[in-house]
């Protein structure tokens, strides 16, 4: 998934940050952090669009596989009646007509290449579009969530606090960090194939008892 809008909108707050504070000096501006690149990673739609992405992906591939093998085989028939041709134990007849075929077989395969030269680029720019698209999408759901809870609890800002080069806060002490509860308010509706799993010992294993201890040693 591309970053880029994530990374507009990283340089955008950071901006209305500023002016803000220039502007409002005197104001006490309430601002919470947010760890957008966590939030992305962790909603359950990104997930879902991965998966989408993915597939999209395998069906060009199974189709692009089919022209290749079309390709193939053009040469190999190719091959085979240019060897024909050549072979002087054929009558001449044969060998003129399968010389023909093969000058066939040469306009088949440049035809055959432009086409997957052609559908190549054109899933290329499908798969491009459709990545775009969907990071968009996540991307204006989490902004809302955001918004939401940071209405509620009164903040003004919600700086960007991800760990990689997304991020606009040098320090945060933790305090007022929302990503968490955003997580959770995205995640709340989640299928059931795309909620977080738990870990074994929180799925009713039991930890097995402690050995008793050795005799002491006389």
Not at 26 to 42: F, G, H, P, T, Y
Not at 133 to 139: D, H, Y
Not at 182 to 194: F, R, S
């Amino acid at each position: 998934m591309t970053y880029s809008p994530f990374i507009k909108l990283a340089a955008i707050t950071f901006a209305m940050a500023m002016l803000a504070v220039a502007t409002h000096a005197q104001e006490a501006l309430k601002i919470a952090v947010m760890d957008i690149d966590k939030v992305r990673a962790s909603y359950w739609k990104t997930q879902m669009s991965t998966k989408q992405v993915a597939e999209r992906d395998a069906d060009f591939k199974k189709v692009e596989q089919g022209m290749l093998d079309d390709l193939r085989q053009i040469v190999e028939d190719f091959n085979r009646l240019v060897q024909s041709a050549q072979d002087p134990a054929n009558s001449e007849a044969k060998r003129q007509a399968d010389a023909k075929q093969a000058r066939g077989k040469e306009a088949d395969h440049r035809q055959a290449k432009a086409r997957h030269t052609e559908y190549l680029q054109g899933a290329q720019r499908t798969m491009r579009e459709m990545t775009a698209r969907l990071s968009r999408a996540r991307l204006e759901e989490i902004r809302e969530v955001a918004s939401v809870k940071a209405k509620q609890a009164g903040y003004d800002i919600i700086l960007n606090a991800s760990s990689n080069n997304l991020g606009v806060v040098v320090y945060s002490s933790g305090k007022n960090d929302l990503t968490d509860e955003v997580i959770t308010e995205l995640n709340k509706d989640a299928p059931e194939e795309y909620k977080p799993r738990k870990p074994a010992s929180a799925e009713g294993t039991t930890t097995p008892p402690a050995p008793a201890p050795a005799p002491a040693e006389k």
